[in-house]
Nanobody, 128 residues
Framework: QVTLVQSGGGSVQAGGSLTLSCEVS????????MAWFRQIPGQDRERVAV????????GYADSVKGRFTNSSDKAKKTLNLKMSNLTTEDTAMYYC?????????????????????WGQGTQVTVAS
């Protein structure tokens, strides 16, 4: 397990942009599966982006595809989520998550309960 510390987030008008960052406590190895989830009170966590460090494959939920970009910087030990053209439906608590997996296929299928390391969460509020 690793420690994840999030930064970024806040409030923005609809149509605006925000970037979330997730700092990893140690080197990001190629077998890391890293993801961003979001949660609205009373609902399950929704995975919005996932990436496998080894081959740089990335996947996005349909609800954010084309608007959110997930990237990693191994030298800075950070995972970033750039969010553009935000809507009120993007309002949620956002979490980064990490775990080790053997392949992209093994990473892509993982749900929230299967990630062992989590950031503390950061609130994103989009006003109309």
């Amino acid at each position: 397990q690793v420690t994840l510390v999030q930064s970024g987030g806040g409030s923005v008008q609809a149509g605006g942009s925000l970037t979330l960052s997730c700092e990893v406590s140690r080197y990001i190895y190629d077998n890391y599966c890293m993801a961003w989830f979001r949660q609205i009170p009373g609902q399950d966590r929704e995975r919005v982006a996932v990436s496998y460090i080894g081959n740089k494959h990335r996947g996005y939920a349909d609800s954010v595809k084309g608007r959110f970009t997930n990237s990693s910087d191994k030298a800075k030990k950070t995972l970033n989520l750039k969010m553009s053209n935000l809507t009120t439906e993007d309002t949620a608590m956002y979490y980064c998550a990490a775990d080790t997996r053997t392949s992209w296929d093994d990473c892509y299928i993982r749900v929230a309960s299967e990630f062992r390391s989590w950031g503390q969460g950061t609130q994103v509020t989009v006003a109309s």
